[in-house]
């Protein structure tokens, strides 16, 4: 009797205990319990993203994102950035970017996107925000082998400092994932003092430079961010075949020359990692489909 009694008491006390736990609940676990970027196509909407009456054309070329994490005061950069370069010239579906951590082109996010992508120490190069680039040519050209099924659009205009545009994603086949796009403001030929370690070494394109390089023409230095540096949110609804969806940007140079600078725009799975494609446009002129 008594062994009943017990189990009667500690059934009282567990039922009391998950009355209690239903009907209270403090501020910090209901922050913990609700996603700041739901995956529910109900809840995954952006004002700014509309559809377009365009069709989306039937194929896009594939283009690829090198991004340097880079600075003056680091000797060793001049490689990476180099060879970014070089990847370039070979192919124009190459797009690379020179995201600093310095005090002469610092860019305001970077420390965010160091820890995102456990940037460790520099230079390092990101290969679509997927993977760190071996400096080899060979793993781009097999990014640059696959078929993408989505393209870009970019159109803009510039009134005096003052930069106007839109972006428009295209798509060739239903969307099975949930992306983000960004879109960027980078500045090419930016000319800074750079440390340079290779002043010694007969085999590198930076000997006998000097040990800093004056006149150093800094590559694509990204500038601004007209979206969230990690994406916004495209809607599930317009990620079907044969859709075009768009949305509207602005940027303002404040003092950056216009004649050198880009607009960078890419569309990245919805967790930041995995860029699926990317188009590059100069200020105040339009890059359709391709």
């Known amino acids: ?76 950069c001049p490689r990476v950035g180099h060879a970014i370069e070089e990847a370039m010239k070979k192919n124009n579906n190459i797009i690379g970017i020179g995201i600093h951590d310095d005090k002469e082109m ?84 930016v000319v800074a003092a750079q440390k340079n370690y290779y002043n010694e070494d007969k085999d590198s394109p930076f000997y006998q430079k000097g040990e800093v390089i004056e006149n150093f023409q800094h590559v694509n230095v990204l500038r601004k961010s007209a979206t969230d540096i990690f994406g916004d949110i495209v809607p599930e609804e317009y990620t079907k075949k044969g859709k075009v969806c768009q949305a509207d940007f602005e940027f303002k140079l404040d003092g950056y020359k216009s004649e050198n600078c880009y607009i960078i725009a890419f569309v990245v799975e919805k967790d930041g990692n995995n860029v699926l494609n990317v188009q590059m446009a100069k200020v105040g002129s339009n890059k359709d489909f391709d």
């Open 1 to 76: 009797m008594k062994s009943t009694k017990t189990i009667k008491s500690w059934s009282f006390y567990l039922l009391l205990t998950v009355i209690l736990s239903a009907t209270s609940c403090g501020k910090g676990e209901t922050e913990d319990i609700t996603p700041s970027n739901p995956d529910s196509s109900n809840t995954r909407k952006n004002p700014n993203v509309s559809l377009s009456k365009e069709a989306a054309p039937s194929s896009f070329s594939t283009k690829i994102l090198l991004e340097d994490y880079t600075a003056t005061w680091c000797g060793y």
């Open 106 to 189: 610092g860019f305001s996010k970077v420390e965010s996107l160091m820890k995102k992508f456990n940037i460790g120490g520099f230079p390092t190069a990101m290969l679509n925000r997927s993977t760190v680039w071996s400096e080899s040519y060979t793993p781009l050209q097999e990014k640059l082998s696959q078929t993408s099924s989505m393209g870009i659009a970019i159109q803009s205009s510039l009134t005096g400092d003052q930069v106007k545009g839109k972006l428009k994603i295209g798509f060739n086949s239903n969307l099975s994932k949930s992306i983000n796009y960004a879109i960027l403001l980078v500045e090419d030929k």
